[in-house]
């Protein structure tokens, strides 16, 4: 059973950071793209980042590119999402998830098949 676990997420003050861990069991970020979401309250769920299927490229949205960074931690399937000079606008509850056989870089929440719980991320000014 393929199963994501996200943590790390808090209150910080505008310019802070974060660093929001993900923890897969099942299927292989190598094989399957990894991305991730955020949710804000009264918002659809849109995309942050994600890792190519097949390699360790990444890809980031244009509201956090330069502030964000994927990186794959010393554990089998466990990737971080470093997030640095927070802003209020980035509050809101962070899902990881793993993409749908087939897919090579997913933006859209229907591309992916597992997910996480999330975690609530919160930036005061």
């Known amino acids: 059973q393929v199963q994501l676990v996200e943590s790390g997420g808090g209150l910080v003050q505008t310019g802070g950071s974060l660093r929001l861990s993900c923890a897969a069991s099942g299927r292989t970020f190598s094989t399957y793209p990894m991305g991730w979401f955020r949710q804000a309250p009264g918002k659809e769920r849109e995309f942050v980042a994600a890792?190519?299927?097949?390699?360790?490229?990444?890809y980031y949205a244009d509201s956090v590119k330069g502030r964000c960074t994927l990186s794959r931690g010393n554990a089998k399937n466990t990737v971080y999402l470093q997030m640095a000079s927070l802003r209020p606008e980035d509050t809101a509850v962070y899902y990881c998830a793993i993409g749908r056989g087939g897919v090579w870089i997913g933006v859209r929440p229907d591309e992916y098949d597992v997910w996480g719980q999330g975690t609530q991320v919160t930036v005061s000014s």
């Open positions: 890792i190519i299927a097949g390699g360790g490229s990444t």
